[in-house]
């Protein structure tokens, strides 16, 4: 397998199916160090399986994913620690309810990690601090707001210092007025320079942030290109069709 | 205080074990125990307490009979004696008239005296050996006349035939106060005393509290050991492979779906046919013969065994609806952080669940201890069986009020505690995420199911 250097995530081919149900029908994807990556689609095209067959949270039916050079629909690698690079926030936040802001961000650093109390401690705060939220450390997720919560989700998988980061339209969840503050954490998260796939509805998001956008429906990448070509010259029928009931 | 007579005198009690006189023995102390208060198991409630006064005696002649007559009254249960004698006495063949020896080398313990009689006496096969000897008589059970003021007691002493007044003593007997005339009346009243009689509950108590105890601590024992196994149930549940979810699905089937009554027989009664069972209680030796409240360690052991592995049964549904009530977003988060499925389980499902299920695992402890009673049909003496015990040597239902009384005590707190505890851990429960938009608008606005749901589908199939 030959591996551009400048490749965060190889795709080729994958599918996955749900008993009888195919949800991806052959997706080719490279994402390159530093890109983000927005993906569009209506709801069922498989953009959120996608996002999960990445970190494994689901097992591609058929395909191949790589990150940096490692196969991670290979049985024989240890998916824990293609995870470890790999940091997810989720569309529900998935806080962890019994710990603290400070203790949701800690955990995984000093149980994956190993890193000593003192200095998950330290990385937590320095996360918290860059997500606006140090003032936050010793509430419990249900005292947050879910804007509060999903930055939470953010500097707890920064804090394991990931290669790339997905995010499974994380915003959806969010009053209206919380989604701002969330987006701009991941702007500013984009503007220094990580690499990032991104499922989301949010298109003015898209448009600023995005290098490549691409628009998925049933289970294939229908088109992708910059931001303006997408958005501003669509090809397919269904890309048009879709960005016209989106706006 | 006592005196003797002759040239060898002696005082009572510095001394009186020698056998060197030759003279009248002395009669020193009649000593009439009259209580209430304290939790004899002889004394009925209704009982009232009468102190006696008591003349020292001084005997000039060979004893052979004392006698002494108890106040006209109501007997509520018969009178019971109890006389000491200096252990030489016993030695040298003394024996009374229709007395035995009681257990302690020096105590002589004659029948129970019927409630009819109102006359008391002692006969001694030999004449009570000369002076020096002390006699310390004890009348327990005595229950007073219903009329108060004093009553005299004759004593007498002597031989039989010729007895010769020694002296009296008067007891005082108090008037009765409410309680004791309505605990009267009770055991006046046909139902109320077939059911709820206070001279038999009262009498019931030490035996019951016995029994009370030996539940409790089968309860604790039993549940102890419940949680790791219930937990292991659980996780073999949920696995994925058939070969380990298949033999606890089955042993937990077979568990909730038969009576834990015949678990018991079969288990309790069975275990002692199997070699493994025997060479492992005689390699424990005298540890398996080891009693406690008079039950030896393998009748617990057995019961344990029983009653650990019935609830771990309910133990690991509850466990498993808890476990998979936990939004398996959860497990994705813990897992997208690299984090292991042992170690996702132990640090973010696990003590998510442990708060969830921690009410219907007191339920599951109330249901454990009511469920100690059916120890009764093996013989194990706890609660239900000294309860059981006493109606049937009383002919009356009153030990089994008194014995629910226990359970309640137990039961009632807990299940208030429960009751509680659900609300506030549903009140803090929430701001998990889920599917809901935005924030959690109130502390209800999001209350999950998991408690209701386990506790009407999983525990209350039992």
Known sequence: ?247 | MPETDGEDTHTMFADGRTLHMRCAAAVALLLLLVSILAPLPAVAATDIVAEASFVPITATIDVLDVSFTVPPGEFQTPVDLLIEFPPEMNAAGLRGTGMRLSDKGDTVRPPAISASEKGVTFSFTASVPPAGTVFDIQVLGLATPEQAGPVVVPVKYGEAGSLQPAGEFTIDIPKANILQRVFRGMEKTPFLHQFFSPTIIWGSLPLLWRGFQVAVLILFVSYAFGIPLGLTFAFMKMSRLAIVRIPATVAIDIIRGTPMLVQLLLVYFGITYLPAWNSLMSALGPLAEWQIYAISATQFFRAIIVLSVNSSAYMAEIFRAGIQSIHKGQLEAARSLGMSWPQAMAYVIVPQTVRRVLPTMMSEFILLFKDTSILFAVGIFELTLQARTIQAAKFNMSPYIAAAGFYLMLTVPLGRFVARLEQRLSVAETGRGGKKRGKPKGPLADKPVPEEVISATEVGLR
Request: hydrophobic fraction near 40%.
């Open chain 1, 1 to 247: 397998m030959t591996q551009d250097r400048g490749v965060m995530v190889h795709i080729e081919g994958l599918c996955k199916s749900f008993d009888d149900l195919e949800v991806l029908k052959g997706v080719d994807l490279d994402v390159r160090k530093g890109e983000v990556v927005v993906i569009l689609g209506p709801s069922g095209s498989g953009k959120s399986t996608l996002l999960r067959c990445v970190n494994g949270l689901e097992d591609a039916t058929a395909g191949k994913i790589f990150i940096e050079g490692v196969e991670v629909t290979s049985r024989k690698t240890d998916i824990n620690k293609v995870r470890e690079r790999v940091g997810m926030v989720f569309q529900s936040f998935n806080l962890f309810p019994h710990l603290t802001t400070l203790g949701n961000v800690m955990l995984a650093q000093r149980k994956v990690h190993k890193r000593s109390k003192h200095e998950a401690e330290r990385i937590a705060r320095e996360q918290l601090g860059r997500v606006g939220l140090n003032d936050k450390a010793d509430a419990f997720p249900i005292q947050l707001s879910g804007g509060q919560q999903q930055r939470v989700a953010i500097a707890r998988a920064l804090a394991m210092d990931p290669h790339v980061m997905l995010f499974d339209e994380v915003t959806s969840a969010l009053d209206p007025e919380l989604v701002r503050e969330v987006l701009e954490v991941m702007k500013s998260l984009a503007r220094a320079g990580m690499t990032m796939m991104v499922v989301t509805h949010e298109m003015g998001f898209a448009r600023d942030v995005a290098d490549r956008v691409i628009f998925m429906d049933e289970g294939i990448i229908m088109e992708q290109g910059t931001p303006e070509e997408v958005f501003d010259n669509p090809q397919d029928e269904r890309t048009k069709d879709f960005l016209g009931h989106i706006r």
